[in-house]
């Protein structure tokens, strides 16, 4: 699941997150944790422009911090970033960070990366916002130089050029996952080619056979082989019957007849599944999650 509080978007921000804090982030991670959530995700953004802050708001929480400072407070659960835009970044500075944070944490590690959408982070740092695409291909070849096995990583391409560079720590993982985010067809071809999994923006439940038999038609015909995770965002949940408005999308209703709707990810070629809860505080959260782990999880 996607954390909450870290990132505080309109659309799908709960208003009791506007007073949450790192008690709450703390909260939730280890609910998750004793609940056999796989994986807690963060986002990542620069900064956000006035013209989209009034529906983006301006927090967003620093993955790496984040999900290193909830890496000491969980034992089990693995820690996505949701998506990194590393073209942010050169991919050294991008490694040094993710490196030590599955260092410390264990080998939890996924990182997932993007290629990002807002304009104005990109003019503000110096990077090319039309060539993002191009950036994040190249950025894909280097990280996996950079965090494999190698204390001095080598990569030679047309935008980073790096030898003779010691990092340590290393990653505890022979081999991070790096899951691609993005629902573009130049995203789903980015996430055949160079990634270990894929990670939807948004897709509808009907629109998902078409681009998982897209991404292995893609692998098949490039030849490329090897473990491959398909991912999908669910629509919205209860567990059980809502005695307030959750919405029209949120699915509802008792373990079995929730089990029963997600299963149809499985149906489709899905591997795993992130999931988000309607709450109006943290403690509803935690319950309804503690409720998914304990009743809705054993029937998928």
């Given amino acids: 699941m996607q954390l909450p509080v870290q990132s505080q978007t309109t659309l799908y921000a709960e208003p009791w997150e506007a007073g949450a804090g790192p008690d709450d982030l703390l909260a939730v991670a280890r609910a998750a944790d004793r609940s056999g959530f796989a994986y807690l995700a963060s986002c990542d953004h620069v900064g956000i422009p006035r013209r989209l802050a009034a529906a983006m708001s301006t927090v967003w929480y620093d993955p790496v911090a984040t999900l290193a400072f909830l890496a000491a407070a969980t034992e089990r659960i693995r820690l996505l970033s949701h998506v990194a835009v590393v073209g942010l970044r050169h991919p050294l500075l991008t490694a040094k960070q993710y490196a030590t944070l599955d260092h410390l944490s264990g080998g939890r590690l996924i990182l997932g990366v993007g290629a990002g959408h807002v304009q104005e982070e990109f003019q503000a740092l110096g990077v090319d916002f039309r060539q993002r695409g191009a950036v994040l291909d190249e950025c894909l070849d280097a990280l996996r130089a950079a965090l494999g096995p190698d204390e001095f990583p080598e990569h030679h391409g047309k935008l980073y050029d790096f030898e003779g560079l010691g990092q340590r720590p290393r990653p505890v993982q022979e081999r991070v996952p790096l899951w691609v985010g993005g629902s573009s067809p130049a995203a789903v071809r980015r996430a055949a080619l160079k990634g270990d999994g894929w990670l939807p923006q948004g897709d509808p439940r009907d629109r998902l056979p078409e681009q998982i038999a897209r991404i292995g038609e893609l692998r098949d015909r490039a030849g490329v082989h090897g473990g491959f995770t398909v991912g999908a965002v669910t629509e919205p949940l209860y567990v059980g019957t809502p005695r307030w408005d959750v919405g029209r999308r949120t699915l509802t209703g008792g373990p079995q007849e929730l089990a029963e709707s997600l299963r149809a990810y499985r149906a489709m070629g899905v591997h ?29």
Wanted: charged residues 25%; proline residues 3%; without cysteine.
């Fill in 272 to 300: 795993q599944i992130q999931v988000r809860f309607r709450s109006r505080s943290r403690s509803e959260l935690t319950d309804q999650m503690a409720a998914f782990g304990a009743e809705v999880a054993p029937h998928l």
